[in-house]
Nanobody
């Protein structure tokens, strides 16, 4: 049974940092794709980053490139999202997700496994 669980959200001032973690189980992390999405109030859920394949290749949305970093620990079955230089517009519920096909995609509809989300609030 595939399970994902996010942790690490909170309240931070603009310019600060947070580190989110996604604990995974039920699939082989080292050969899968795990992504982070976020959803702000009144907005669509949007892609943030993913990490894929045996080499752990990352990919980022333009809005977070250079500020966020995704990493993976295959031994602990976790995927982390380090968020630096946070802005108020980064405020959202952050979700980690995976899919049955190990597809490396930014398309939300392809991901069929989701965590419950963790709130990130950035104050100005």
């Amino acid at each position: 049974q595939v399970q994902l669980a996010e942790s690490g959200g909170g309240l931070v001032q603009a310019g600060g940092s947070l580190r989110l973690s996604c604990a995974t189980s039920g699939f082989q992390l080292s050969t899968s794709t795990v992504a982070w999405f976020r959803q702000a109030p009144g907005k669509e859920r949007e892609f943030v980053s993913y990490i894929r394949g045996s080499y752990g290749i990352p990919y980022y949305a333009d809005s977070v490139k250079g500020r966020f970093s995704i990493s993976r620990d295959n031994a602990k079955n976790t995927v982390d999202l380090q968020m630096d230089s946070l802005k108020p517009e980064d405020t959202a519920v952050y979700y980690c997700a995976s899919n049955s096909w190990a597809a490396a995609t930014t398309q939300r509809k392809i991901y069929n496994y989701w965590g419950q989300g963790t709130q990130v609030t950035v104050s100005s």
